[in-house]
């Protein structure tokens, strides 16, 4: 049963810190690109910020660029999502996503989402 569970999210003030996690299970995690993304009220749904399946490459949402950390462990199955210098902005659910595209057809998976909320 392939599985993704974020945690981490919350309550945080405008400058402070979060990490999130998201655990995979029931696939070969080192076989999948990693993203997470976000959704906040009346907002479409946007990428944060993608590592590739070793590690190597990441990119990030100019919005988020410099003040967020794309990682992964693929000894633990695990992705995480390092945010610093939170801004009221960044108030949205947080989803990670997996991903394999091959040549016969891809593998997407989603998790149920984390919510993160920053106010004072």
């Known amino acids: 049963q392939v599985q993704l569970v974020e945690s981490g999210g919350g309550l945080v003030q405008p400058g402070g810190s979060l990490t999130l996690s998201c655990a995979a299970s029931g696939f070969t995690f080192s076989s999948f690109a990693m993203s997470w993304y976000r959704q906040a009220p009346g907002k479409e749904r946007e990428l944060v910020a993608h590592i590739t399946s070793i590690g190597g490459d990441t990119t990030y949402a100019d919005s988020v660029k410099g003040r967020f950390t794309i990682s992964r462990d693929n000894s633990k199955n695990t992705v995480y999502l390092q945010m610093n210098s939170l801004k009221p902005e960044d108030t949205a659910v947080y989803y990670c996503?997996?991903?394999?595209?091959?040549?016969?057809?891809?593998?997407?998976?989603w998790g149920q989402g984390t919510q993160v909320t920053v106010s004072s």
């Open positions: 996503n997996a991903i394999e595209r091959r040549v016969w057809g891809d593998s997407d998976y």
